[in-house]
């Protein structure tokens, strides 16, 4: 059972383009929620997180949206560019006492046309 | 400052050997978790160590063990392996056991043969 659901699977915009990607989860014990950006060939990077007592938070031109009732939250990525072009992952965690995992979403591959 | 570096970057494998994959974590870091990443899908946990300590392991098979050293690298081993063992192992560190955020090395693609 996937506890991190994430979509689309494939994101195609234009530069420009605001690429939103969304993830639904199903425990309400997580915690924390990051979201990690993956090039071929490369381990995945982390973008930016939220915990669940914010609703929003930007870096730079990325932006985390969080609804804590209906469980998901969202990526949104302004003005995109080509370099944006990667696979992104969303994750939870929650603390389990001893320890902290990741729960990962599937990913999205995003590719952003010039 | 140096990131998590992991080696050997690439290595291939026969049905039955074993492997042992390495990872030092970013400096001042205690903590190493291990996952697994099959080709078009998002990692899944396998260890996580601190000070020395199992203090998670995720849904794998004995044939799957790790350590972590007193400098805080860690190794992670696998026996018999299988064709479905081909993956990116990644490594990530982070300040303890319990803070976020973890930094992923850029992991050992393990193909099996």
Same mark, same amino acid.
């Given at each position: 059972?996937?506890?991190?659901k994430?979509s689309?699977?494939?994101l195609i915009v234009?530069?420009?383009g605001?690429p939103?990607?969304?993830c639904a989860?199903?425990n309400?014990?997580?915690?924390y929620?990051p979201?990690y ?7 995945p990077a982390?973008?930016i ?15 985390i949206?969080?609804?804590k ?11 995109s560019?080509p ?5 992104y992952?969303c994750?939870?965690?929650r603390?389990a006492g001893?320890?902290?995992k990741?729960?990962?979403?599937l990913?999205?591959s995003?590719?952003?046309?010039p | 400052?140096?990131?998590?570096t992991q080696?050997p970057?690439?290595?291939?494998k026969?049905?039955g050997?074993h492997?042992?994959l ?10 190493v978790?291990?996952y697994?990443q /099959?080709?078009?899908?998002g990692?899944q946990?396998i260890f996580? &160590?601190?000070?020395k300590?199992?203090r998670?392991r995720? !849904?794998? @098979? ?9 400098n805080?690298?860690?190794e992670?081993? /696998?026996n018999a392996?299988l064709?479905g063992?081909s993956?990116? &192992?990644?490594?990530a560190?982070s300040?303890?056991?319990? !803070?976020? @955020? ?5 992991g050992?693609r393990?193909?099996?043969l």
């Amino acid at each position: 059972q996937q506890q991190v659901k994430q979509s689309p699977q494939s994101l195609i915009v234009q530069k420009g383009g605001i690429p939103i990607i969304n993830c639904a989860y199903e425990n309400t014990a997580f915690d924390y929620f990051p979201w990690y950006q993956q090039f071929p060939g490369k381990g995945p990077a982390l973008l930016i997180a939220i915990r669940p007592d914010v609703s929003e938070k930007k870096e730079g031109r990325f932006t985390i949206s969080f609804n804590k009732s209906a469980k998901q939250f969202s990526l949104h990525i302004m003005d995109s560019q080509p370099g944006d072009s990667a696979t992104y992952f969303c994750a939870a965690s929650r603390n389990a006492g001893n320890n902290r995992k990741l729960i990962w979403g599937l990913g999205t591959s995003l590719a952003v046309n010039p | 400052d140096a990131g998590v570096t992991q080696s050997p970057t690439h290595l291939i494998k026969t049905r039955g050997q074993h492997v042992t994959l390495r990872c030092s974590p970013i400096s001042g870091h205690k903590s190493v978790s291990w996952y697994q990443q /099959v080709l078009g899908q998002g990692p899944q946990f396998i260890f996580q &160590y601190y000070e020395k300590e199992e203090r998670g392991r995720g !849904n794998f @098979p004995d044939r799957f063990s790790a350590r972590q050293f007193p400098n805080y690298s860690s190794e992670l081993n /696998v026996n018999a392996l299988l064709l479905g063992d081909s993956a990116l &192992y990644l490594c990530a560190s982070s300040l303890d056991q319990r !803070n976020q @955020p973890q930094h992923f090395g850029d992991g050992t693609r393990l193909s099996i043969l």
